[in-house]
Protein backbone atom coordinates (compact mmCIF):
# COMPACT_ATOMS: atom_id res chain seq x y z
CA UNK A 1 0.00 0.00 0.00
CA UNK A 2 1.97 3.30 -1.39
CA UNK A 3 0.24 6.61 0.44
CA UNK A 4 -2.41 7.51 1.66
CA UNK A 5 -4.48 10.29 2.70
CA UNK A 6 -3.02 10.15 6.12
CA UNK A 7 0.52 10.23 5.43
CA UNK A 8 -0.31 12.96 2.41
CA UNK A 9 -0.25 10.47 -0.17
CA UNK A 10 3.85 10.26 0.44
CA UNK A 11 5.87 6.80 -0.33
CA UNK A 12 8.50 7.72 2.17
CA UNK A 13 10.50 4.63 3.05
CA UNK A 14 12.71 4.20 6.22
CA UNK A 15 13.45 7.21 8.53
CA UNK A 16 15.31 8.10 11.23
CA UNK A 17 14.66 10.08 14.88
CA UNK A 18 16.55 12.94 14.21
CA UNK A 19 18.71 13.34 17.83
CA UNK A 20 21.03 16.12 19.18
CA UNK A 21 24.24 13.58 19.29
CA UNK A 22 23.96 12.82 15.60
CA UNK A 23 23.93 16.60 14.37
CA UNK A 24 27.31 17.22 13.64
CA UNK A 25 27.48 13.66 11.50
CA UNK A 26 24.14 14.55 9.35
CA UNK A 27 25.28 18.04 8.71
CA UNK A 28 29.03 17.05 7.86
CA UNK A 29 28.75 13.89 6.11
CA UNK A 30 24.89 14.05 4.47
CA UNK A 31 24.15 10.40 4.72
CA UNK A 32 21.38 9.09 2.80
CA UNK A 33 18.83 8.73 4.79
CA UNK A 34 14.58 9.14 3.19
CA UNK A 35 13.50 10.78 6.02
CA UNK A 36 13.79 12.73 9.59
CA UNK A 37 11.38 12.20 12.38
CA UNK A 38 11.67 15.37 14.69
CA UNK A 39 10.36 15.50 18.36
CA UNK A 40 7.89 18.67 17.53
CA UNK A 41 8.11 20.11 21.25
CA UNK A 42 12.12 20.49 20.73
CA UNK A 43 11.63 23.00 17.72
CA UNK A 44 8.59 24.83 19.12
CA UNK A 45 10.95 27.69 20.51
CA UNK A 46 11.64 30.95 19.22
CA UNK A 47 15.24 30.79 17.72
CA UNK A 48 18.56 29.75 18.59
CA UNK A 49 20.74 26.31 17.68
CA UNK A 50 17.92 24.40 17.47
CA UNK A 51 16.23 25.88 14.58
CA UNK A 52 19.07 26.73 12.65
CA UNK A 53 20.10 22.82 12.83
CA UNK A 54 16.30 21.98 11.69
CA UNK A 55 16.70 24.59 8.37
CA UNK A 56 19.86 22.94 7.67
CA UNK A 57 17.95 19.57 7.93
CA UNK A 58 15.14 20.72 6.23
CA UNK A 59 17.53 21.74 2.77
CA UNK A 60 18.32 18.40 2.13
CA UNK A 61 16.05 15.66 4.13
CA UNK A 62 12.26 15.42 4.33
CA UNK A 63 11.34 16.18 7.62
CA UNK A 64 8.08 14.38 9.67
CA UNK A 65 7.17 15.79 12.81
CA UNK A 66 5.94 13.63 15.91
CA UNK A 67 5.11 15.12 19.17
CA UNK A 68 4.71 13.56 22.87
CA UNK A 69 2.80 16.27 24.62
CA UNK A 70 -0.60 16.84 22.61
CA UNK A 71 -2.43 14.71 25.22
CA UNK A 72 -5.51 13.70 22.51
CA UNK A 73 -6.96 11.74 25.06
CA UNK A 74 -6.81 14.38 28.57
CA UNK A 75 -10.27 15.32 29.70
CA UNK A 76 -9.19 19.02 29.23
CA UNK A 77 -9.35 21.22 26.46
CA UNK A 78 -6.14 21.35 24.03
CA UNK A 79 -3.71 24.61 24.85
CA UNK A 80 -3.98 26.79 22.38
CA UNK A 81 -0.11 28.06 22.90
CA UNK A 82 0.91 24.77 22.17
CA UNK A 83 -1.70 24.74 18.74
CA UNK A 84 -0.14 28.05 17.66
CA UNK A 85 3.24 27.45 18.07
CA UNK A 86 2.75 23.87 16.77
CA UNK A 87 1.44 25.44 13.57
CA UNK A 88 4.52 27.70 12.90
CA UNK A 89 6.14 24.73 12.67
CA UNK A 90 4.00 22.50 10.54
CA UNK A 91 4.42 25.86 8.60
CA UNK A 92 8.32 25.81 8.58
CA UNK A 93 8.34 21.89 8.01
CA UNK A 94 6.12 21.40 5.57
CA UNK A 95 5.49 17.77 7.66
CA UNK A 96 3.41 15.79 5.39
CA UNK A 97 1.22 14.39 8.20
CA UNK A 98 1.67 14.81 11.88
CA UNK A 99 1.36 12.19 14.76
CA UNK A 100 1.42 12.37 18.62
CA UNK A 101 -0.15 9.90 21.08
CA UNK A 102 -3.18 8.04 21.86
CA UNK A 103 -3.12 8.58 25.66
CA UNK A 104 -3.44 11.65 28.20
CA UNK A 105 -1.16 13.12 30.03
CA UNK A 106 -2.18 16.84 31.60
CA UNK A 107 -5.18 17.52 34.14
CA UNK A 108 -6.44 20.75 34.64
CA UNK A 109 -3.39 22.83 33.35
CA UNK A 110 -0.68 20.52 34.70
CA UNK A 111 1.76 18.60 32.99
CA UNK A 112 3.02 14.98 33.83
CA UNK A 113 5.19 14.51 30.80
CA UNK A 114 4.53 10.94 30.59
CA UNK A 115 2.48 8.98 28.32
CA UNK A 116 -0.47 7.74 30.51
CA UNK A 117 -2.85 4.89 29.40
CA UNK A 118 -6.64 5.75 28.04
CA UNK A 119 -9.38 4.20 29.91
CA UNK A 120 -10.98 2.18 27.02
CA UNK A 121 -14.15 3.65 27.36
CA UNK A 122 -16.94 4.80 25.15
CA UNK A 123 -16.78 8.18 26.34
CA UNK A 124 -12.88 8.58 26.17
CA UNK A 125 -13.18 7.69 22.44
CA UNK A 126 -15.80 10.22 21.41
CA UNK A 127 -13.78 12.76 23.45
CA UNK A 128 -10.55 11.66 21.76
CA UNK A 129 -11.63 11.56 18.90
CA UNK A 130 -13.50 15.05 19.35
CA UNK A 131 -10.02 16.35 20.12
CA UNK A 132 -8.22 14.98 17.32
CA UNK A 133 -10.57 16.98 14.65
CA UNK A 134 -10.21 20.09 16.45
CA UNK A 135 -6.36 20.00 16.01
CA UNK A 136 -6.19 18.48 12.33
CA UNK A 137 -8.89 21.54 11.41
CA UNK A 138 -6.71 23.73 13.22
CA UNK A 139 -3.40 22.77 11.70
CA UNK A 140 -4.56 21.41 8.53
CA UNK A 141 -2.74 18.65 8.31
CA UNK A 142 -3.28 14.83 8.01
CA UNK A 143 -3.03 13.62 11.68
CA UNK A 144 -1.83 10.05 12.61
CA UNK A 145 -2.31 8.69 16.69
CA UNK A 146 0.05 6.53 18.03
CA UNK A 147 -0.62 3.76 20.61
CA UNK A 148 1.60 3.68 23.41
CA UNK A 149 3.04 1.25 25.72
CA UNK A 150 1.21 0.79 28.98
CA UNK A 151 1.68 -0.92 32.25
CA UNK A 152 -1.67 -0.46 33.95
CA UNK A 153 -5.16 -1.25 33.01
CA UNK A 154 -8.12 0.29 34.23
CA UNK A 155 -11.74 -1.56 35.56
CA UNK A 156 -13.60 1.35 33.57
CA UNK A 157 -12.23 -0.25 30.27
CA UNK A 158 -15.45 -1.55 28.14
CA UNK A 159 -12.96 -2.90 25.31
CA UNK A 160 -9.90 -4.13 24.17
CA UNK A 161 -6.81 -1.70 23.50
CA UNK A 162 -7.29 -2.31 19.63
CA UNK A 163 -10.55 -1.64 19.69
CA UNK A 164 -10.37 1.25 21.67
CA UNK A 165 -8.04 2.60 18.90
CA UNK A 166 -10.12 1.60 16.16
CA UNK A 167 -12.73 3.59 17.81
CA UNK A 168 -11.18 6.71 17.93
CA UNK A 169 -9.49 6.61 14.72
CA UNK A 170 -13.28 5.64 13.07
CA UNK A 171 -14.44 8.59 14.79
CA UNK A 172 -11.73 10.84 14.02
CA UNK A 173 -11.28 9.79 10.25
CA UNK A 174 -7.64 10.05 11.08
CA UNK A 175 -4.18 7.67 10.02
CA UNK A 176 -2.31 5.39 12.49
CA UNK A 177 1.23 4.70 13.68
CA UNK A 178 0.73 1.72 14.56
CA UNK A 179 4.26 1.38 17.11
CA UNK A 180 5.02 -2.07 16.55
CA UNK A 181 7.60 -2.29 20.23
CA UNK A 182 4.40 -0.82 21.87
CA UNK A 183 1.97 -3.57 21.19
CA UNK A 184 4.82 -6.10 21.87
CA UNK A 185 5.79 -4.14 25.11
CA UNK A 186 2.02 -3.84 26.40
CA UNK A 187 1.03 -7.39 25.01
CA UNK A 188 3.63 -8.39 27.03
CA UNK A 189 2.23 -6.46 30.54
CA UNK A 190 -0.96 -7.31 29.60
CA UNK A 191 -0.95 -10.61 28.78
CA UNK A 192 -2.56 -10.40 25.18
CA UNK A 193 -1.05 -12.03 21.60
CA UNK A 194 0.52 -9.35 19.98
CA UNK A 195 -0.26 -10.56 16.57
CA UNK A 196 -4.04 -10.43 17.04
CA UNK A 197 -4.14 -6.66 17.99
CA UNK A 198 -2.24 -6.44 14.87
CA UNK A 199 -4.50 -8.34 13.01
CA UNK A 200 -7.11 -6.21 13.99
CA UNK A 201 -5.77 -2.50 13.09
CA UNK A 202 -7.49 -0.98 9.71
CA UNK A 203 -4.48 -1.75 7.75
CA UNK A 204 -5.97 0.99 5.25
CA UNK A 205 -5.10 3.91 7.58
CA UNK A 206 -1.63 2.95 9.02
CA UNK A 207 0.10 5.94 8.05
CA UNK A 208 3.88 5.30 9.17
CA UNK A 209 5.25 2.19 11.45
CA UNK A 210 7.66 2.77 14.56
CA UNK A 211 9.99 -0.11 15.42
CA UNK A 212 12.22 0.31 18.63
CA UNK A 213 14.34 -1.72 21.48
CA UNK A 214 13.03 -2.52 24.58
CA UNK A 215 14.21 -3.54 28.55
CA UNK A 216 12.74 -6.63 30.04
CA UNK A 217 12.18 -6.53 33.74
CA UNK A 218 11.79 -8.70 36.34
CA UNK A 219 8.03 -8.59 36.30
CA UNK A 220 7.28 -6.38 32.87
CA UNK A 221 8.70 -4.73 30.09
CA UNK A 222 9.56 -1.24 29.94
CA UNK A 223 9.39 1.29 26.76
CA UNK A 224 12.92 2.60 26.92
CA UNK A 225 14.10 2.97 23.07
CA UNK A 226 17.64 2.20 24.15
CA UNK A 227 18.39 -1.39 22.40
CA UNK A 228 18.12 -2.79 18.90
CA UNK A 229 14.78 -3.85 17.72
CA UNK A 230 14.02 -7.38 19.28
CA UNK A 231 13.31 -10.56 17.17
CA UNK A 232 9.43 -10.49 18.48
CA UNK A 233 9.38 -6.85 17.41
CA UNK A 234 10.76 -7.58 13.82
CA UNK A 235 7.86 -11.12 13.86
CA UNK A 236 5.23 -8.14 14.80
CA UNK A 237 6.60 -5.49 12.05
CA UNK A 238 6.67 -8.34 9.43
CA UNK A 239 2.61 -8.97 9.98
CA UNK A 240 2.12 -4.83 9.82
CA UNK A 241 3.90 -4.89 6.82
CA UNK A 242 1.84 -7.48 4.86
CA UNK A 243 -1.45 -5.99 6.25
CA UNK A 244 -0.69 -2.10 4.97
CA UNK A 245 2.14 -2.69 2.69
CA UNK A 246 5.20 -0.64 2.03
CA UNK A 247 4.73 2.27 4.89
CA UNK A 248 7.03 4.30 6.17
CA UNK A 249 8.76 3.06 8.69
CA UNK A 250 10.93 4.62 11.52
CA UNK A 251 13.18 3.65 14.22
CA UNK A 252 13.28 5.23 17.92
CA UNK A 253 16.26 5.12 19.67
CA UNK A 254 16.38 7.67 22.38
CA UNK A 255 18.21 6.45 25.00
CA UNK A 256 21.89 5.43 25.13
CA UNK A 257 22.28 6.76 21.83
CA UNK A 258 25.02 5.00 19.68
CA UNK A 259 26.91 6.00 15.87
CA UNK A 260 24.76 7.15 13.85
CA UNK A 261 25.82 5.12 11.42
CA UNK A 262 24.84 1.90 14.20
CA UNK A 263 21.32 3.67 14.35
CA UNK A 264 21.57 3.77 10.73
CA UNK A 265 22.26 0.06 10.23
CA UNK A 266 19.54 -1.59 12.38
CA UNK A 267 16.93 0.71 10.92
CA UNK A 268 18.00 -0.55 7.44
CA UNK A 269 17.17 -4.23 9.06
CA UNK A 270 13.24 -3.06 7.82
CA UNK A 271 14.22 -3.13 4.34
CA UNK A 272 14.15 -6.88 4.64
CA UNK A 273 10.68 -6.67 5.07
CA UNK A 274 9.83 -4.09 3.23
CA UNK A 275 11.40 -5.80 0.14
CA UNK A 276 10.30 -9.14 -0.10
CA UNK A 277 6.69 -8.63 1.84
CA UNK A 278 3.67 -8.85 -0.49
CA UNK A 279 0.81 -7.64 0.82
CA UNK A 280 -2.52 -8.84 1.77
CA UNK A 281 -5.02 -7.22 0.66
CA UNK A 282 -6.52 -5.97 4.14
CA UNK A 283 -10.32 -5.92 4.53
CA UNK B 1 -15.59 6.22 36.42
CA UNK B 2 -15.47 9.09 34.16
CA UNK B 3 -13.07 10.39 31.93
CA UNK B 4 -11.78 13.97 34.14
CA UNK B 5 -12.42 12.64 37.65
CA UNK B 6 -10.12 9.52 36.63
CA UNK B 7 -7.63 10.83 35.04
CA UNK B 8 -7.61 13.91 38.53
CA UNK B 9 -7.20 10.70 40.80
CA UNK B 10 -4.61 8.96 38.62
CA UNK B 11 -2.14 12.32 38.06
CA UNK B 12 -2.86 12.59 41.99
CA UNK B 13 -0.89 9.85 42.53
CA UNK B 14 1.72 9.85 39.87
CA UNK B 15 2.67 13.11 40.79
CA UNK B 16 2.58 12.41 44.59
CA UNK B 17 6.35 12.30 46.19
CA UNK B 18 8.02 9.64 46.36
CA UNK B 19 9.82 7.75 49.64
CA UNK B 20 13.35 7.92 50.10
CA UNK B 21 13.74 4.89 49.04
CA UNK B 22 12.11 5.97 45.49
CA UNK B 23 9.30 3.99 46.24
CA UNK B 24 5.70 4.74 45.87
CA UNK B 25 4.05 6.34 49.33
CA UNK B 26 1.65 4.21 51.41
CA UNK B 27 -0.54 6.48 52.37
CA UNK B 28 -2.72 7.83 49.29
CA UNK B 29 -3.05 11.70 48.62
CA UNK B 30 -5.85 12.83 50.88
CA UNK B 31 -4.87 10.11 53.84
CA UNK B 32 -6.05 6.42 53.80
CA UNK B 33 -4.50 3.55 51.71
CA UNK B 34 -2.47 3.53 48.70
CA UNK B 35 -3.17 0.34 47.67
CA UNK B 36 -6.74 0.49 48.20
CA UNK B 37 -6.45 3.93 45.88
CA UNK B 38 -4.54 2.54 43.57
CA UNK B 39 -6.88 -0.57 43.52
CA UNK B 40 -10.16 1.61 42.86
CA UNK B 41 -9.12 2.12 39.26
CA UNK B 42 -6.11 -0.13 38.15
CA UNK B 43 -6.62 -3.77 37.55
CA UNK B 44 -3.89 -6.06 38.95
CA UNK B 45 -2.11 -8.42 36.92
CA UNK B 46 -0.38 -11.94 37.62
CA UNK B 47 2.52 -10.39 38.27
CA UNK B 48 2.24 -7.35 39.31
CA UNK B 49 -0.93 -5.57 41.67
CA UNK B 50 -2.63 -2.88 41.34
CA UNK B 51 -0.19 -0.68 43.35
CA UNK B 52 3.09 -1.83 41.37
CA UNK B 53 1.28 -1.03 38.47
CA UNK B 54 0.44 2.44 39.62
CA UNK B 55 3.72 2.93 41.26
CA UNK B 56 5.49 2.64 37.84
CA UNK B 57 4.16 5.86 36.23
CA UNK B 58 4.83 7.32 40.08
CA UNK B 59 8.84 6.82 39.73
CA UNK B 60 8.83 7.46 36.22
CA UNK B 61 7.32 10.93 36.58
CA UNK B 62 9.39 11.96 39.22
CA UNK B 63 12.83 10.10 37.83
CA UNK B 64 11.78 12.16 34.21
CA UNK B 65 11.64 15.35 36.26
CA UNK B 66 14.47 15.38 38.55
CA UNK B 67 16.85 14.39 35.52
CA UNK B 68 15.10 17.24 33.60
CA UNK B 69 16.32 19.60 36.64
CA UNK B 70 19.40 18.39 36.99
CA UNK B 71 20.41 18.65 33.72
CA UNK B 72 18.96 22.46 34.29
CA UNK B 73 20.52 23.44 37.59
CA UNK B 74 23.56 21.53 37.63
CA UNK B 75 25.56 24.77 39.27
CA UNK B 76 22.54 25.21 42.02
CA UNK B 77 23.25 21.22 42.53
CA UNK B 78 27.29 21.78 43.04
CA UNK B 79 26.24 24.66 45.32
CA UNK B 80 23.19 22.77 47.20
CA UNK B 81 24.32 19.00 47.17
CA UNK B 82 22.65 16.37 45.35
CA UNK B 83 20.65 15.77 48.12
CA UNK B 84 19.04 18.89 49.03
CA UNK B 85 19.13 19.60 45.68
CA UNK B 86 16.92 16.91 44.91
CA UNK B 87 14.67 17.32 48.21
CA UNK B 88 14.27 21.03 47.16
CA UNK B 89 13.13 19.88 43.38
CA UNK B 90 10.56 17.33 44.76
CA UNK B 91 9.24 20.43 47.21
CA UNK B 92 9.60 23.03 44.40
CA UNK B 93 7.89 20.42 41.80
CA UNK B 94 5.12 19.56 44.25
CA UNK B 95 4.20 23.23 45.20
CA UNK B 96 4.90 24.38 41.04
CA UNK B 97 4.44 21.55 38.62
CA UNK B 98 4.81 22.17 35.20
CA UNK B 99 2.30 24.11 33.75
CA UNK B 100 3.68 23.47 30.34
CA UNK B 101 3.86 21.40 27.57
CA UNK B 102 7.66 21.91 27.66
CA UNK B 103 9.82 20.09 30.01
CA UNK B 104 11.90 23.15 28.90
CA UNK B 105 9.94 25.52 31.24
CA UNK B 106 9.92 23.58 34.34
CA UNK B 107 12.42 25.71 35.91
CA UNK B 108 10.94 29.08 35.00
CA UNK B 109 9.46 29.69 38.43
CA UNK B 110 12.32 28.28 40.47
CA UNK B 111 14.07 31.90 41.64
CA UNK B 112 10.50 33.49 42.64
CA UNK B 113 9.74 29.73 44.20
CA UNK B 114 13.11 30.14 46.15
CA UNK B 115 12.52 33.58 47.18
CA UNK B 116 9.54 32.52 48.75
CA UNK B 117 11.21 29.28 50.44
CA UNK B 118 14.34 30.35 51.65
CA UNK B 119 14.97 27.84 54.36
CA UNK B 120 16.08 25.26 51.15
CA UNK B 121 19.26 27.66 50.64
CA UNK B 122 19.40 29.33 53.93
CA UNK B 123 23.40 29.31 54.44
CA UNK B 124 24.03 30.29 50.68
CA UNK B 125 20.81 32.26 49.74
CA UNK B 126 22.47 35.09 47.95
CA UNK B 127 24.73 32.60 46.06
CA UNK B 128 21.65 30.08 45.23
CA UNK B 129 19.87 32.77 44.22
CA UNK B 130 22.35 34.14 41.25
CA UNK B 131 23.14 30.50 40.76
CA UNK B 132 19.35 30.00 39.42
CA UNK B 133 19.37 33.61 37.65
CA UNK B 134 22.25 32.62 35.75
CA UNK B 135 21.08 28.91 34.82
CA UNK B 136 17.66 30.29 33.85
CA UNK B 137 19.57 33.17 31.75
CA UNK B 138 21.35 30.06 29.99
CA UNK B 139 18.42 28.83 29.26
CA UNK B 140 16.60 31.46 27.80
CA UNK B 141 19.69 32.65 26.01
CA UNK B 142 20.43 28.95 24.44
CA UNK B 143 16.50 29.52 22.35
CA UNK B 144 15.55 32.98 22.94
CA UNK B 145 14.10 34.59 19.83
CA UNK B 146 16.73 36.94 17.87
CA UNK B 147 15.46 39.53 15.94
CA UNK B 148 17.13 41.09 12.60
CA UNK B 149 20.37 42.69 14.08
CA UNK B 150 21.19 46.31 13.43
CA UNK B 151 24.78 46.16 12.10
CA UNK B 152 27.41 49.52 12.89
CA UNK B 153 26.55 50.94 9.39
CA UNK B 154 22.23 50.77 10.55
CA UNK B 155 23.68 53.12 13.94
CA UNK B 156 25.53 55.84 11.90
CA UNK B 157 22.39 56.58 9.78
CA UNK B 158 20.19 57.03 12.75
CA UNK B 159 19.36 60.49 14.88
CA UNK B 160 20.77 59.48 17.39
CA UNK B 161 19.36 61.73 21.30
CA UNK B 162 15.74 60.57 20.47
CA UNK B 163 15.68 56.90 18.76
CA UNK B 164 15.01 54.23 20.87
CA UNK B 165 17.17 50.78 20.48
CA UNK B 166 15.92 47.66 21.49
CA UNK B 167 18.35 44.70 22.27
CA UNK B 168 17.54 41.20 21.10
CA UNK B 169 15.09 39.36 23.26
CA UNK B 170 17.91 36.48 23.41
CA UNK B 171 20.62 39.04 25.45
CA UNK B 172 20.00 38.30 29.51
CA UNK B 173 21.19 40.99 31.79
CA UNK B 174 22.19 39.94 35.23
CA UNK B 175 23.51 41.77 38.31
CA UNK B 176 25.55 39.51 40.18
CA UNK B 177 26.79 39.29 44.31
CA UNK B 178 29.14 36.29 43.17
CA UNK B 179 31.00 35.02 39.86
CA UNK B 180 28.80 32.54 39.74
CA UNK B 181 29.66 32.31 35.50
CA UNK B 182 32.86 31.12 36.18
CA UNK B 183 31.82 28.33 38.87
CA UNK B 184 29.24 27.26 36.42
CA UNK B 185 31.60 27.02 33.79
CA UNK B 186 33.85 24.95 36.26
CA UNK B 187 30.89 22.75 36.87
CA UNK B 188 30.18 22.06 33.64
CA UNK B 189 33.37 21.73 32.41
CA UNK B 190 33.68 18.74 34.87
CA UNK B 191 30.38 17.14 33.34
CA UNK B 192 31.90 17.04 29.93
CA UNK B 193 35.29 15.36 31.53
CA UNK B 194 35.11 11.28 30.32
CA UNK B 195 33.00 9.02 32.78
CA UNK B 196 35.60 5.94 34.15
CA UNK B 197 32.05 4.59 35.75
CA UNK B 198 35.04 4.97 38.99
CA UNK B 199 33.61 5.85 43.02
CA UNK B 200 37.23 7.59 43.39
CA UNK B 201 36.74 9.81 39.83
CA UNK B 202 33.27 10.47 41.13
CA UNK B 203 33.85 11.43 44.51
CA UNK B 204 37.24 13.46 43.19
CA UNK B 205 34.74 15.15 41.52
CA UNK B 206 32.67 15.85 44.08
CA UNK B 207 35.42 17.27 46.44
CA UNK B 208 36.35 19.18 43.60
CA UNK B 209 33.30 21.25 43.37
CA UNK B 210 32.29 21.74 46.93
CA UNK B 211 35.60 23.35 47.32
CA UNK B 212 35.04 25.17 44.59
CA UNK B 213 31.95 26.62 45.89
CA UNK B 214 33.72 27.10 49.53
CA UNK B 215 35.91 29.44 48.06
CA UNK B 216 33.48 31.56 46.03
CA UNK B 217 33.84 35.32 47.52
CA UNK B 218 30.88 37.59 47.27
CA UNK B 219 31.95 40.11 44.25
CA UNK B 220 29.80 42.26 42.47
CA UNK B 221 29.55 41.42 38.83
CA UNK B 222 27.37 42.53 35.96
CA UNK B 223 27.16 40.03 32.85
CA UNK B 224 25.03 39.74 29.56
CA UNK B 225 24.42 36.16 28.88
CA UNK B 226 24.45 35.93 25.34
CA UNK B 227 25.04 33.66 21.80
CA UNK B 228 26.44 33.85 19.04
CA UNK B 229 26.91 31.77 16.52
CA UNK B 230 24.23 29.50 18.38
CA UNK B 231 26.38 29.03 21.34
CA UNK B 232 25.72 30.79 25.09
CA UNK B 233 27.99 32.76 26.23
CA UNK B 234 28.62 34.75 29.94
CA UNK B 235 29.99 38.22 28.96
CA UNK B 236 31.05 40.41 31.63
CA UNK B 237 30.24 44.25 31.61
CA UNK B 238 30.70 47.28 33.50
CA UNK B 239 28.17 48.36 35.43
CA UNK B 240 27.52 51.72 33.19
CA UNK B 241 27.65 48.80 30.37
CA UNK B 242 24.27 46.81 32.37
CA UNK B 243 22.89 50.27 33.14
CA UNK B 244 22.82 51.39 29.57
CA UNK B 245 21.76 48.40 28.07
CA UNK B 246 18.60 47.73 30.81
CA UNK B 247 17.86 51.26 29.99
CA UNK B 248 17.55 50.87 26.42
CA UNK B 249 15.82 47.74 27.12
CA UNK B 250 13.18 49.05 29.34
CA UNK B 251 12.43 51.60 26.67
CA UNK B 252 14.52 54.88 27.54
CA UNK B 253 16.02 56.95 24.80
CA UNK B 254 19.60 56.74 23.86
CA UNK B 255 20.38 59.81 25.01
CA UNK B 256 18.48 59.10 28.43
CA UNK B 257 20.04 55.61 28.74
CA UNK B 258 23.21 57.21 28.73
CA UNK B 259 22.40 59.93 31.45
CA UNK B 260 20.99 57.15 33.41
CA UNK B 261 24.42 55.11 32.71
CA UNK B 262 26.48 57.77 33.97
CA UNK B 263 24.44 58.54 37.11
CA UNK B 264 26.82 57.41 39.49
CA UNK B 265 29.76 56.37 37.80
CA UNK B 266 33.53 56.94 38.38
CA UNK B 267 34.17 57.04 34.46
CA UNK B 268 35.45 60.76 33.97
CA UNK B 269 33.85 63.16 31.92
CA UNK B 270 36.66 63.31 28.99
CA UNK B 271 35.83 59.54 28.14
CA UNK B 272 32.40 58.83 28.98
CA UNK B 273 32.35 59.50 24.94
CA UNK B 274 34.57 56.97 23.85
CA UNK B 275 33.28 54.46 26.46
CA UNK B 276 30.05 54.54 24.80
CA UNK B 277 30.66 54.39 20.91
CA UNK B 278 33.35 51.70 22.26
CA UNK B 279 30.31 49.81 24.21
CA UNK B 280 28.16 50.53 21.17
CA UNK B 281 30.53 49.36 18.21
CA UNK B 282 30.84 46.00 20.53
CA UNK B 283 27.13 45.10 20.98
CA UNK B 284 26.41 46.12 17.39
CA UNK B 285 29.47 43.68 15.91
CA UNK B 286 27.85 40.90 18.72
CA UNK B 287 24.11 41.94 17.26
CA UNK B 288 22.61 42.53 20.15
CA UNK B 289 20.79 45.39 18.69
CA UNK B 290 17.26 45.36 17.02
CA UNK B 291 14.60 47.55 15.71
CA UNK B 292 12.35 48.32 18.20
CA UNK B 293 8.64 46.99 17.98
CA UNK B 294 6.90 49.31 15.12
CA UNK B 295 4.93 50.75 17.28
CA UNK B 296 7.27 52.26 20.26
CA UNK B 297 9.88 53.26 17.30
CA UNK B 298 10.97 57.08 16.63
CA UNK B 299 10.93 57.78 20.43
CA UNK B 300 6.84 57.71 20.90
CA UNK B 301 4.34 55.20 20.56
CA UNK B 302 2.95 55.18 17.16
CA UNK B 303 -1.09 54.92 17.04
CA UNK B 304 -1.51 51.12 15.12
CA UNK B 305 -3.09 50.92 11.81
CA UNK B 306 -6.01 49.20 11.53
Redesign the interface.
Known amino acids: MPGNRFNGFTDYGIGIGLRSPHYEHILSRKPVVDWFEIIS?NF?????????ILDQILEQYKVVQHGV?MYFG???KS?R??LRRLKELVKRTNTPWLSDHLC?G?????????L?PM?Y?F??AR?TAQKVREVRDFLEVPIAVENVSS??????SEMTEWEFLNEVVEQADCGILLDVNNIYVSSQ???FNPLTYVNSVPAERVAQIHIAGHSKFK??I?DTHDHPVLDPVWRLYERAIQRAGHTATLLEWDDSIPSFEEVHREAMKANRFLADTTLEVAV | ????P???A??RA??QPLTRSERMRRTAPGGGRMSAYAA????P????T?F???E??NR??WF??LSSMIEDFPGLQAILGSQRFESMCKAYLTEC????????NLGAHLETWLRQNPSWISDRRVLALDMVRLEWADIEA?????KSALRSEDLREIDVPNLQLSIQ??VRLLELHYPVDDLLLDVKHGDDTPDFASNAVHERRKRIRVRAVAKLKPTQIFLAVH?LD??VYFRRIEPEEFALLSALRSGKTIEHAIALAFRESSVPDAERGAFVRHSFQTWATLGWFCQPDENVRGGKRREKRA
Not at chain 1, 106 to 114: A, L, P
Open positions: EMIDGGRPLQSSAENEHWSVDGRYTHDLPTEALYAEYHVNHNKYL | MKLALQRVAVMRFIKNDRLSERLIYQYRLPSRSFTIRFDGQAPYRFS
